[in-house]
């Protein structure tokens, strides 16, 4: 037999955290806990199923619209390149007081592109690059809190705390293994 129980569960929506209490049936043995885990098993295995099918939607959906994308994009770079094409040989005569032409149709021009640094070296060859000719003010060093080391030592200081929190878990067996954990953090 089952106990009959109001549950909270929380249920966060965007920053809000809302409680919906739901009659819950309990229960009161250890086999009904295994009844109960074992049909949760089979509500995982209709979850998954379900996920899976919607997955493979998804991407036959993305498939069919990339291969519908694909004339019209390059129809579309045949036409930027058509109007560059015309474009660039003017560009003089056409950006004598502005740098955008504006028609009925749109607008067309040139724009400045944000600065950015080029190399054809990567970061490290950069730094050691910048170190040794004595322009280490341009390499950055990003300062962060070391959070495995607080946890490790635990040193005592005002303002930081640590903590830990129990969380119930369930793992059903299901048909089909994908683990899929359900964690819910017990409130105190």
């Known amino acids: 037999m089952y106990t009959n129980h109001i549950v909270e569960n ?13 009659d819950t049936l309990v229960p009161n043995s250890i086999s009904q806990a295994s009844a109960l885990l074992g049909k949760l098993g089979k509500t995982q295995d209709s979850i998954n199923k379900i996920e899976a099918a919607l997955k493979e939607k998804i991407a036959k959906l993305k498939e069919e619209a ?12 045949k036409k930027v390149n058509a109007l560059f094409t015309f ?4 560009k003089e ?3 004598k007081e502005v740098k955008s032409i504006v028609l009925a149709t749109g607008i067309f021009g040139w724009r400045l592109t944000p600065p950015s640094v080029q190399s054809d070296m990567d970061d490290e060859a950069i730094i050691q690059l910048l170190k040794n000719t004595g322009n280490s003010k341009f390499v950055r060093i990003i300062e962060e809190v070391n959070r495995h080391l607080l946890l490790e030592e635990k040193p005592l200081i005002a ?4 903590s830990q929190s129990d969380e119930f878990f369930v793992v059903p067996k299901q048909t089909r293994k994908k683990p899929k954990i359900l964690t819910h ?3 105190r």
């Open 10 to 22: 929380e249920k966060m929506t965007d920053t809000i955290a809302r409680i919906k209490k739901t």
């Open 66 to 77: 990339l291969k519908k994308l694909e004339p019209l994009i390059i129809d579309r770079d």
């Open 87 to 90: 474009a660039h040989p003017r």
């Open 93 to 95: 005569e056409l950006t």
């Open 159 to 162: 303002g930081i705390n640590y």
């Open 185 to 187: 953090a017990i409130d």
